[in-house]
């Protein structure tokens, strides 16, 4: 897999930095976690300030765009993004 910055913004706000890139891989669209860490190698930043927020591709295509935020900080990163619900234990 091999990750192409496309277009990278420094938000002082909500401290953060948010990038647009492109990947190219074979096989099947590569997951959120290996996004991560792509985008943690190159921006040389820990893989849990780092969050995906879209993977688009097309149908038979080895290239995606991505939309992922790297935040300076884990405090900043838990008040702006949204928790993740658990899903309800079966009975």
Do not use: C, H, W
Request: proline letters at 3%.
């Amino acid at each position: 897999m091999e990750l192409t910055i496309t277009n990278k913004k420094e938000n002082k706000i909500l401290q953060r930095t948010e990038i647009q890139a492109k990947i190219s891989f074979t096989g099947a669209t590569p997951s959120n976690k290996q996004v991560q860490e792509e985008i943690a190698k190159k921006l040389n930043a820990g893989i849990d300030l780092v969050v995906t927020k879209q993977i688009l591709t097309t149908f038979g295509n080895t290239q995606a765009e991505v939309k992922a935020y790297v935040y300076n900080t884990i405090d900043q990163m838990k008040k702006i993004e949204p928790k993740i619900k658990e899903k309800p234990k079966a009975k």
